[in-house]
């Protein structure tokens, strides 16, 4: 018998059937890249059990691994069901209950060994052809999840990529790649977009605003991976936000769009086992939702959990995001006016949702580097989106044409 069904005989033997057991085995596999190409690998692996239930209505946590003994597994939930009601109370119930054999093996995701000569593949052909000498770190974490809630089981996997390039002790570029989105075309874009910044090192000072500018559809995913988190719950709750808690159902932005939150394609449930699903955060210009956690889920009576950071159930975090316009770009001659290729955000304030960013413009032919200092609230209720949408960084969006022609839209420099 292995740990997972002996937890389970051990719940029912003592009358607890509603349960949730979520056990987790990660592969975390570091590479380490210096300039003259010499690797540096480190491997590590851990196996997690968490085990929740309630006693008279108390919530019970315990947190396992897998070289937790049979007998003290025992112990620590006999100890629990004591914690949560006296001792003379608690009456076994023996009732047999046909328990599915199941050896979490990961048989039925991808291999973790395979999944990482591949991506090892991808990185050491980017470094090699970059024009750039660089360092570079790239974590890759692959998390198995078997989660099992009152004996029905569910199995889902995550690849979660992180990673970051130096030029000497500065930062050039850094990333995360979330699921199966594809990391060499990732890496690729960012050392490109490192490359047309180092060869444009000029600033056009005189761009005439009187013409509407638009924003490329990975530019606006980097601007709203910044925006979205003034609607984590924690962040609301603390007042560290625009938004305020009086304003969960009420009309407060003037937007062309509707903003929706996706779980990433085959993932079911957050790392605290809660079911995760699409939900409108801006609909109509109504704030319809926050992004939660259990915690801040009860702590705001919003019933809406399932955002629990995928590897760290303490941390709250989106998935993917959805911009669903309402007005669509009419054909334009893109050659009249600014675009806005590329952005490296410098500083943003989600209580003003003020950004200051450098771009990457071209217009006229000429290519030119600028800061740009604007309110993406004020850059948000201007805008209007192309039909044609792409998916960046876990961003759902098309190409945004903003009209710049109105009070304290932005600064160019």
Known sequence: MNKINFIENVLIEYGIFNYKIIKERLTKVIFSYKCNNKKILENANLINITLN?????????????????????????????LFGMHKNFISKKIKSVKLDSLNFNGSKFLCPRKCINDLETDIDYVLKNCKLKLNATIEIKILQQLIIISNKRIQQQIIHIEGFFYKSD?????????????????????????????????????????????????????????????FYSNNVY????????????????????????????????????????????????????????QYFSDLLNILNPGNADLFNYEAISHQRLKIIPKLFILKQNYDEIPIVYSSKILRFDIKTTRLLADVLFCYKNKHFRAKIFTSLNLLFEKSIFSKKNSTNNNVICGDMLVNPKFDNFCSIK
């Open 238 to 293: 603390f007042e560290n936000s625009f938004i305020k808690t009086k304003d969960i159902n009420n009309k407060i932005f003037n937007f062309n769009f509707d903003l929706v939150s996706l779980p990433f394609n085959g993932i079911k449930y957050d790392s605290q086992g809660f079911k995760t699903k699409k939900i409108y955060l801006i609909k109509e210009n109504y704030l319809k939702n926050l992004i939660c956690n």
């Open 53 to 81: 239930f309630k006693i008279n209505k108390n919530p019970i946590e315990l947190k396992l691994s897998e070289e937790t003994s049979y007998k003290n597994i025992k112990k620590l939930i006999e100890t629990a069901l």
């Open 170 to 230: 500065n930062i050039l570029e850094n990333f995360f790649i979330s699921f199966f989105n594809p990391l060499k075309n990732s890496i690729s874009y960012l050392l490109q977009k490192q490359i047309s910044y180092n060869k444009v090192n000029f600033l056009y000072k005189n761009l005439d605003l009187s013409k509407p500018i638009l924003f490329k559809s990975n530019v606006v995913a980097e601007f709203l991976n910044q925006y979205i988190i003034a």
